[in-house]
């Protein structure tokens, strides 16, 4: 019996998600939700959350809507007990994640939040290759992210109490990926410079056993997406970057050559996280706390950049009360 899956949201990664649905073994598309409610794809499209309940009633939707739309829509879909694939963040604020992350819980409902970080392979293995201690002790993290400025309808991107601009939209990937890597930070700094359609974010964050990551996101000024990632610990770096086809590779002090630990494919992460989640819904429903935690760190970045001073962690309200 196949799933049926919909996607509610028609821009970039509405159609990112629909196309990768339709690369999952066992998935039937069945609807997309948009406010022209016009077709995509020869999918069929409705132009609300309730009316594609009641004519298609999908096992999974994806929503794809901006981020201040993403609360009443999981809100919804949770209260007819739908699963749900959220892209990030879950919410613009820490209080409004944790509350969406409870309420499914409480309902017995599998919310997935798309942080697609986890399913680059040279994140993975990075990250694989540190918690098996093959660095040693992890000293320090360096990442770095940029893309063109995006665009989106009615421009809200560029609206930072809806988008929350570079910190929550795009540096989110990587904060996702040192909460995996490291926990929470215990403090965090952070400088932020907006001209014209341009916003560069530059930050600090400290961990409780000393370790420092540094982070850099962008919105315009390149062509495409460009990032990179340095994990030193003290018994070798790993180090990558959005050169295509270059190796994951370690390097050894002392070691005269580099050791390959993983080199590049063509895996879609965006399929592999849908499918994932089609598997994983099988079993007991459990919160994402670290998807939570992503938004609260992002929460302690902007308001440090805001202020000009070091913010604490705890100043910011833990993700359940």
């Given amino acids: 019996m196949s799933v049926r899956a919909a996607v509610v949201g028609t821009g970039f990664m509405g159609r ?20 022209s409610a ?35 829509a ?10 749900i694939v959220c892209e990030k963040p879950l919410a613009g604020d820490p209080a409004t994640a944790a509350a969406l992350v409870t309420e499914c819980h409480e309902r017995d409902v599998h919310l997935f939040v798309a942080h697609v970080l986890r399913y680059f392979e040279q994140y993975a293995r990075a990250a694989q ?21 995006p665009s989106g309808a009615e421009d809200w991107f560029r609206d930072a109490a809806a988008s929350g601009g570079v910190v929550l939209d795009l540096l989110i990937h990587d904060i996702d990926f040192l909460v995996g890597l490291l926990g929470a930070p215990s403090h965090v700094y952070a400088r932020r410079r907006a001209v014209l359609d341009t916003e560069h974010v530059v930050a600090t964050l400290r ?11 962008a919105w ?19 180090a990558f970057d959005s050169q295509p086809k270059v190796p994951l590779r370690l390097e050894r002090p002392g070691a005269a050559t580099s050791t390959v630990v993983e080199q590049p494919s063509n895996r879609d992460p965006y399929r592999d996280q849908l499918a994932d989640f089609v598997v994983h819904r099988l079993g007991e429903p459990s919160p994402d706390e670290a998807a939570v935690l992503a938004v609260r760190v992002c929460a302690a970045l902007d308001r440090a950049a805001r202020t000009g001073r070091t913010v604490a962690l705890e100043e910011v309200a833990p993700w359940r009360t």
Avoid: K, M
């Fill in 220 to 238: 315009g000024g390149t062509s495409s997406l460009e990032y990179g990632c340095e994990i030193a610990g003290s018994d070798g770096t790993l």
């Fill in 207 to 217: 961990f409780p056993t000393g370790e420092l990551a540094f982070l850099e996101g």
């Fill in 38 to 72: 016009t077709a995509v794809d020869d999918v069929p499209a409705f132009g609300s959350i309730a009316e594609l309940l009641a004519r298609v009633r999908p096992d999974i939707v994806s929503v794809c809507t901006p981020t201040a739309l993403h609360a009443p």
């Fill in 16 to 35: 990112t998600h629909l196309q990768a649905y339709r690369g999952v073994p066992g998935v039937d598309v069945v609807g997309v939700v948009s406010r």
């Fill in 74 to 83: 999981v809100r919804e879909l949770a209260a007819a007990g739908v699963d």
């Fill in 129 to 149: 290759v540190a918690a098996a201690g093959e660095l040693g002790r992890v000293s320090t993290v360096r990442l770095r992210r940029s893309v063109p400025t």
